[in-house]
């Protein structure tokens, strides 16, 4: 089976502008969780995508937002972008989204705001 | 609030000599534990986890992990480190909020020498 991807895999933007990443879940995966990974404070969660539903929202601004579409793709958008936006954004997959289902990792996208 | 600590940010092991990477967490009620492995430009990669039974889990790689509830740890151990093993190790718990949430500690890199 094929892993998790993202695309693209490298990004740079400037100030204000907006961006959207885009993750593909293993086959057969129905949740997709997104983290965003920078050398300050590590790895946090963003969100998490059931079904074509938010079902789980960590602490990050409305600039941030996410969305998942009927084959579980999911797409997350960052809107107004700022310097402290840069980071590695990884995307996860798992099959039925339940506490105990292991979480796939993919290669994640390298997002620098200059 | 659930949280993980990795007291060591760097540590640096002899190739053939063994590891032993330490995590605390905190959490209210019984934890669900990972730990994750990132190679350079990689995603992260899931070593093993422990949800319940056997304080001792098995992962991949030669890697183990013992629980210990009275002392809220989760230390992940390889009797024999190879130059491979140079990366970067997670200790996650998922957290009480709705969905999987996965809450890191901050990392510890190792470094392997020759």
């Known amino acids: 089976k094929a892993g998790v991807t993202q695309t693209p895999r490298y990004l740079i933007k400037t100030r204000g502008q907006q961006v959207t990443l885009s993750c593909s879940p293993i086959?057969?995966?129905?949740?997709v969780s997104w983290y965003q990974q920078t050398p300050g404070q590590g790895l946090q969660f963003l969100f998490e995508?059931?079904?074509?539903?938010?079902?789980n929202k960590g602490n990050f601004p409305g600039r941030f937002s996410g969305r998942q579409f009927s084959n579980s793709r999911s797409e997350m958008n960052v809107s107004t972008l700022e310097l402290g936006d840069s980071a590695l954004y990884l995307c996860?997959?798992?099959?039925?989204?339940?506490?105990?289902?292991?979480?796939?990792f993919g290669p994640g996208t390298r997002l620098t705001v200059l | 609030a659930q949280s993980v600590t990795q007291p060591d940010i760097h540590i640096t092991v002899s190739e053939g000599a063994s590891l032993e990477l330490r995590c605390n967490y905190s959490?209210?009620?019984?934890?669900?534990l990972f730990w994750y492995v990132q190679s350079p430009g990689q995603g992260l990669q899931l070593l093993l986890k422990?949800?319940?039974?056997?304080?001792l889990v098995q992962g991949i790689k030669g890697f183990e992990a013992e629980f210990k509830r009275s002392q809220s740890s989760f230390n992940l151990r390889k009797p024999s480190v190879h130059w491979s093993d140079a990366a970067e190790y997670f200790c996650?718990?998922?957290?009480?909020?709705?969905?999987?949430?996965?809450?890191f500690g901050k990392g510890t890199t190792l470094s392997v020498s020759s």
């Open positions: 996860a997959s798992s099959l039925d989204g339940t506490i105990t289902d292991t979480q796939y």
């Open positions: 086959s057969g995966h129905r949740s």
């Open positions: 422990y949800f319940s039974g056997d304080t």
């Open positions: 959490y209210g009620a019984t934890p669900y």
């Open positions: 995508y059931f079904s074509e539903t938010q079902r």
């Open positions: 996650a718990v998922v957290g009480n909020q709705a969905g999987t949430a996965l809450i």
